[in-house]
C-alpha cells in the first residue's frame, strides 16, 4: 500500500500520473512523417485535455538524435523524420499553477524490437530508482547510474548529472513558478551530480542517457522520499518504471 503523502507532495503525485498518461496520449498519436517540432506541438495541443495549463519546461523531442545534448547544440532546420524503426525520445514536463510532473520515454516507432541501448536505459532508470534511499546521497544516483552504463559496456551521456530536483512554489521559487522551479534545477546544489555529497530528502526527477557510441536513449521518472517514505510519483509500484499505459 502506499504511503500518505503531504498535501503539496500529493498535487506534484497527481500531476505526474497526468503527465504519464499525456506522455502516452502523444506517443499514440505519432505519425510516420513527422518532426521533433510537430511532436512537440502536438503535446501542446493535448495539455489542456490532461489538466495542465503551462510547461515546467517545454516539451524535448529527439528523434534518432544526440539525447543529452539539447541546450549545447541547437536543432538545425527540421531534423530528422520519424520513420518506421525510428527511436523517438520525449520529455514533458506539463504543469499547474501549483505542481507539475516531468516524465520521459523512449520509444520504437512500429514496433519491433527495442535496441540493446533503452532496454538497458529503462533498467538502469528502474535501478537508479530503486537503490535510492534516505541513507544514500544525491552523488551516488550519479555513480550507480555510471556504474550500470559501465557494466553493460555503454556510457552515460549526461556526464554532468542524471536527474535534479523538483522544486515545489515556496520562497523564491513562488515567483515565476513553474518556469522558476525549472531554472532553479541548474544550481549544482539541485543536481544529482557525482561530488553531491548531501542525503536524498525531497522530491527528484532521475534521467540517466545512456549511449552505445551511436544511437542514445533515456527514460525520466520523479521520486519523493522523506524520512521513512519512498515513492515513485505518478507511478503504482517501481515495476511500472519507464513503462506507458495502455
Known sequence: M???LPPAIAAFDDAQRRAIALLADVCSRLEAGMHARDVED?????????????????????????????????RIGKGPAIQAGSLVAIDLG???TDAYGDVGVTRVFGG???PFVVHQARECTRAACGFASRFKTCGEIFIVSQAWAVNNRLKLRNENAVGHRLLT????????????AHLATLLP??????LHPVRLDGMFAVRPVLTDGTQSASFEEALYIHEGIKV???RDSLADVGTLPG
Not at 512554489?169 to 522558476?180: A, E, Q, T, V
Not at 546544489?189 to 557525482?194: A, I, K, Q, S, V
Open 2 to 4: 502506499r504511503p500518505e
Open 42 to 74: 502536438l503535446a501542446v495541443t493535448r495539455l489542456g485535455d490532461h489538466g495542465f495549463t503551462t510547461w515546467y519546461h517545454p516539451p524535448e523531442v529527439d528523434i534518432d538524435g544526440d539525447i543529452g545534448r539539447k541546450g549545447l547544440i541547437p
Open 94 to 96: 506539463p504543469a499547474t
Open 112 to 114: 519491433g524490437e527495442e
Open 169 to 180: 512554489r515556496d520562497g523564491l521559487i513562488d515567483k515565476g513558478f513553474p518556469r522558476s
Open 189 to 194: 546544489r539541485n543536481r544529482l551530480h557525482r
Open 232 to 234: 515513485v510519483l505518478g
